[in-house]
């Protein structure tokens, strides 16, 4: 199945369950799909490890200073939790932006590591955003997973396999470098991810650097310069882009106070919460507890 003809099944796909403009679970599991019928602003968002294969429109993401763009055809690999900023830069009613997004399984990342024959080119850079072309390897595989959506009953025996499948190629692909490097248990790339775990299970509590690196098995030197270059920010930086982020949920889902939400993540004073948040989202947090009590009502 080609580009084009993937495309419009998952336009299809979409249309007939009344997608919203918010990425959507399929029936297949672990794969969302994206639809976007207009340019979007930047805005922030938490991305989980996923791979993202972009088949109409194009998308943009933040890593620090770093711009990645996803246009159409592109295979997209994030391969840590990741809170960033993003938005769609080419969509329109006539002609939406369509991406699938499927979750990565980072044990079956770690085993397929373990399988002879590997390819992809290492150039150094280990970025937890990386693009690239997509081949014909995968846009086939994805094709036929997605087609999994109509076929209940082929998926408990093709699944397993089509999934293995694409992590394969997505561990073999050139912009595939993090993914193989995290399969390394004691990689500087592996180390900072199991300090990203740390700083998720506990975003709420103050953070030490120098414990945290510490734990990990690092230098504070060496943790501030791989967490730096494979997130595109400080430690501390990422510790607030979570807080805030999961703040705004808290806010628009389960329709906390302003100042509720800034206790629950971590923040001593409303006040400084407020101003961070306002900075990071370009409007103060009492809007998004009125937008969550909109919608709830």
Known sequence: MGLDDLARKVLAYADDREFGEAPTASDVPALNVSRQRRATALAPVLYEPIFCLVLQGAKQALQGQRVVDFP?????????????????VEASVETPYVALALKLDMGLIRELSLEPGRGGREDG????????????????????LFALAEKPAARPVLYPLILREIHYWLLCADHGSLLRALA???????????????????????????????????????????????????????QKRLRLIEARRLMQAERHSVSTAAFTVGYESPTHFSREYARMFGAPPLRHVREGAAVAG
Request: proline content about 3%; charged content about 20%; hydrophobic content about 50%.
């Open 72 to 88: 159409r055809g592109h295979s997209v690999i994030v391969g840590i939790d990741l809170p960033t900023e993003a938005r769609v």
């Open 184 to 238: 390394q248990t004691d990689s500087h790339a592996s180390k900072i991810a199991d300090a990203i775990v740390a700083i998720r299970s506990s975003f709420d509590r103050p953070l030490v650097v120098a414990e945290l690196a510490s734990a990990v098995g690092m230098s504070v030197s060496a943790f501030h310069f791989h967490f730096k270059a494979i997130t595109g920010t400080t430690p501390l930086q990422y």
């Open 125 to 144: 850079k280990l970025a937890a955003i990386s693009a690239a072309e997509a081949d014909e390897a995968i846009i086939d595989a994805m094709g036929r």
